[in-house]
């Protein structure tokens, strides 16, 4: 059983200005949370920290039972699946299978093994037609669900994206919020498509320049109109329409 | 098509090509790596009068072209930048070096013109054997090569990453410079005020998306270890290819083949 502990985390890029400030939340397995806020308010920053990719923070960050840091760098990036938010960052290998079997061949995992999970997650995000394409020439919502697709492939306990919802058609992101919703573990979504975080997460954390504003239930928060505007934020489009 | 998008597409063809399944593309990536190495070592330890005896050398580009259904004309396309700079070392050979030491007919061949030949035809044959290496090899393959062969696993990575870079580097200029031709329309080329801010939005650009490619590659389990798709066990192909080669490469290096033929024609 893995949860994420995060304990009052604190950070700033190069100069003095911090980005996050007493960042505070515990996530439970299975648990979905949305990770809601203004263009800038932090959320991309705290998901990076989450997976290591900056460790001059203060404060801590527990993953099941292990503190990240430096020697436990290994062995928490295991356990979790990140999704970039730029997806010309995320794919280096020359064609989209490769990159898929990227994580799983490096975790040792036998080439059938290997093979049945590059299959299960090109067929889960309905890319198989483009197996063998290189990354140079992929669409832009080709493009997230391949580097959706070289994540699911680590089947890892713990998944952070970045705005996986941009770039997709409706059907695409219709069937993203299925496959979403049927992974097991714990998933953290950072998301200005509110409608997204409302099919696929039922906790909703605000966050509003690098400070948690609200924690709680998603429905509760997604329908508080004067909460999301005094945050730089407007209600979902679904409930525009059913008013 | 511009020149940036078309340094794009051949270096994404070479990449391609490097993928295909044809017979060279199959021998072990270790034995390619060696016999390259081997041909480069040999072909520049000739000495530098030796033209003829270099000639014979020619043999391993050759046939490599032919049983790997490979163009020449399109290498010779691809190369065209590479090939004339190392054609320069050496050109002022004929300069110092006049002492006649051979003749063809009437005409005197001095000791300078001979060795900068010689020169120019060894760095054009270690030019090919290179690309014909890159070509019918994956990058991960030669990395991997590169790993068994026991280098530094820094190195090895590292020539991955600059590889990677390379084609991040191309990516990021077509975009800089697609963004500034959309928004200075009928302008010719890029004006010289904007090279500056331009050239340092470019690299920094491209730096951190080789570092975020990087991060990438690090959060999926990448320790500086290659793993191939098929496990390259060496075939008995492998091992005869290489033995036909490392033979043939020899005698050409230690044996005058080409005077010996020539007689023979001659007699
Ligand atoms: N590499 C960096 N160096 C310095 N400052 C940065 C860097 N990356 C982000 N920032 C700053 O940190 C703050 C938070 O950025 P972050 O990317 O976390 O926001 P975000 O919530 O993901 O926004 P968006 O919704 O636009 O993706 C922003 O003010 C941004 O300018
Ligand atoms: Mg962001």
Redesign the interface.
Same mark, same amino acid.
């Given at each position: 059983m893995t949860e994420i502990e995060v304990k009052n985390i604190s950070f700033s890029y190069e100069q003095k200005i911090p980005v996050l400030e007493n960042i505070a939340f515990c996530a439970g397995t299975g648990e979905a949370i949305g990770l809601i806020g203004a263009n800038g308010a932090g959320k991309s920053t705290l998901l990076k920290l989450l997976?290591g990719?900056d460790l001059g923070y203060t404060g801590e960050i527990r993953v099941g039972d292990v503190v990240l840091g430096k020697k436990t760098l290994?062995a928490v990036?295991?356990k979790?699946g990140?999704v970039?938010q730029?997806s010309?960052?995320?794919?280096?290998?020359?064609?989209v299978e490769?990159d898929i +079997?990227? +994580?799983p061949?490096?975790?040792g995992l036998s080439?059938e093994e290997t093979a049945l999970r590059v299959e299960r997650a090109l067929e889960q995000v309905h890319i198989k037609a483009l197996r063998d394409k290189?990354i140079?020439k992929l669409s832009g919502g080709e493009k997230k669900l391949a580097s959706i697709a070289?994540?699911l492939s680590?089947d890892p306990d713990i998944i952070l994206m970045d705005e996986p919802s941009v770039a997709l058609d409706p059907k695409n992101r219709r069937n993203l919020i299925r496959v979403i919703n049927e992974l097991k573990g714990i998933k953290i979504i950072a998301s200005h498509d509110l409608d997204f975080i409302w099919d696929t997460c039922e906790r909703t954390i605000l966050i509003h320049n690098g400070r948690i504003v609200c924690d709680g239930d998603t429905e509760m928060i997604l329908r508080d109109k004067e909460l999301l505007e005094a945050n730089g934020l407007e209600l979902p489009l679904s409930l525009y329409i059913r008013r | 098509m511009n020149k940036i998008d078309g340094a794009?597409s051949q270096f994404?063809s070479m990449?391609?090509m490097a993928?295909e399944d044809r017979w060279m593309n199959q021998i072990h990536p270790s034995i390619k790596l060696f016999l390259t190495v081997l041909f480069i070592g040999l072909t520049v330890s000739f000495p530098k009068y030796n033209l003829t005896g270099l000639f014979g050398m020619i043999l391993y580009p050759f046939v490599l072209f032919q049983i790997g259904e490979l163009s020449f004309r399109e290498s010779l396309y691809r190369l065209r930048v590479v090939l004339p700079i190392v054609c320069i070392v050496g050109i002022a050979n004929p300069f110092f070096d006049r002492a006649v030491v051979t003749r063809i007919g009437e005409i005197g061949v001095t000791g300078g013109v001979l060795s900068m030949l010689t020169l120019m035809l060894k760095a054009v044959l270690s030019v090919l054997a290179s690309y014909l290496l890159i070509v019918t090899t994956?990058i991960?393959k030669i990395c991997y090569a590169l790993q068994q062969a026991h280098f530094p696993q820094i190195l090895v990575t590292e020539v991955l990453l600059i590889y /990677?870079y390379i084609?991040v580097l191309l990516?990021e200029t077509r975009r800089v410079t697609q963004a500034y031709h959309l928004r200075a329309p009928g302008q010719k080329g890029i004006a010289i005020g904007a090279w500056g801010p331009l050239v340092g939005q470019m690299l920094l650009r491209s730096m951190d /998306?080789a570092e /975020?490619?990087y991060?990438?590659?690090?959060? /999926?389990?990448?320790?500086g270890?290659f793993?191939l &798709?098929? &496990?390259s066990h060496v075939r008995r192909t492998d091992i005869l290819y290489l033995l036909i080669w490392t033979a043939l490469l020899l005698i050409l290096r230690l044996f005058p083949v080409l005077e010996w033929v020539g007689r023979w024609f001659v007699r």
């Amino acid at each position: 059983m893995t949860e994420i502990e995060v304990k009052n985390i604190s950070f700033s890029y190069e100069q003095k200005i911090p980005v996050l400030e007493n960042i505070a939340f515990c996530a439970g397995t299975g648990e979905a949370i949305g990770l809601i806020g203004a263009n800038g308010a932090g959320k991309s920053t705290l998901l990076k920290l989450l997976v290591g990719l900056d460790l001059g923070y203060t404060g801590e960050i527990r993953v099941g039972d292990v503190v990240l840091g430096k020697k436990t760098l290994a062995a928490v990036r295991k356990k979790i699946g990140y999704v970039f938010q730029d997806s010309d960052s995320q794919m280096f290998m020359t064609t989209v299978e490769e990159d898929i +079997a990227f +994580a799983p061949r490096n975790y040792g995992l036998s080439r059938e093994e290997t093979a049945l999970r590059v299959e299960r997650a090109l067929e889960q995000v309905h890319i198989k037609a483009l197996r063998d394409k290189s990354i140079y020439k992929l669409s832009g919502g080709e493009k997230k669900l391949a580097s959706i697709a070289t994540v699911l492939s680590m089947d890892p306990d713990i998944i952070l994206m970045d705005e996986p919802s941009v770039a997709l058609d409706p059907k695409n992101r219709r069937n993203l919020i299925r496959v979403i919703n049927e992974l097991k573990g714990i998933k953290i979504i950072a998301s200005h498509d509110l409608d997204f975080i409302w099919d696929t997460c039922e906790r909703t954390i605000l966050i509003h320049n690098g400070r948690i504003v609200c924690d709680g239930d998603t429905e509760m928060i997604l329908r508080d109109k004067e909460l999301l505007e005094a945050n730089g934020l407007e209600l979902p489009l679904s409930l525009y329409i059913r008013r | 098509m511009n020149k940036i998008d078309g340094a794009i597409s051949q270096f994404q063809s070479m990449d391609s090509m490097a993928k295909e399944d044809r017979w060279m593309n199959q021998i072990h990536p270790s034995i390619k790596l060696f016999l390259t190495v081997l041909f480069i070592g040999l072909t520049v330890s000739f000495p530098k009068y030796n033209l003829t005896g270099l000639f014979g050398m020619i043999l391993y580009p050759f046939v490599l072209f032919q049983i790997g259904e490979l163009s020449f004309r399109e290498s010779l396309y691809r190369l065209r930048v590479v090939l004339p700079i190392v054609c320069i070392v050496g050109i002022a050979n004929p300069f110092f070096d006049r002492a006649v030491v051979t003749r063809i007919g009437e005409i005197g061949v001095t000791g300078g013109v001979l060795s900068m030949l010689t020169l120019m035809l060894k760095a054009v044959l270690s030019v090919l054997a290179s690309y014909l290496l890159i070509v019918t090899t994956s990058i991960e393959k030669i990395c991997y090569a590169l790993q068994q062969a026991h280098f530094p696993q820094i190195l090895v990575t590292e020539v991955l990453l600059i590889y /990677r870079y390379i084609s991040v580097l191309l990516a990021e200029t077509r975009r800089v410079t697609q963004a500034y031709h959309l928004r200075a329309p009928g302008q010719k080329g890029i004006a010289i005020g904007a090279w500056g801010p331009l050239v340092g939005q470019m690299l920094l650009r491209s730096m951190d /998306r080789a570092e /975020r490619l990087y991060q990438s590659m690090c959060l /999926r389990g990448f320790d500086g270890t290659f793993h191939l &798709k098929e &496990k390259s066990h060496v075939r008995r192909t492998d091992i005869l290819y290489l033995l036909i080669w490392t033979a043939l490469l020899l005698i050409l290096r230690l044996f005058p083949v080409l005077e010996w033929v020539g007689r023979w024609f001659v007699r």
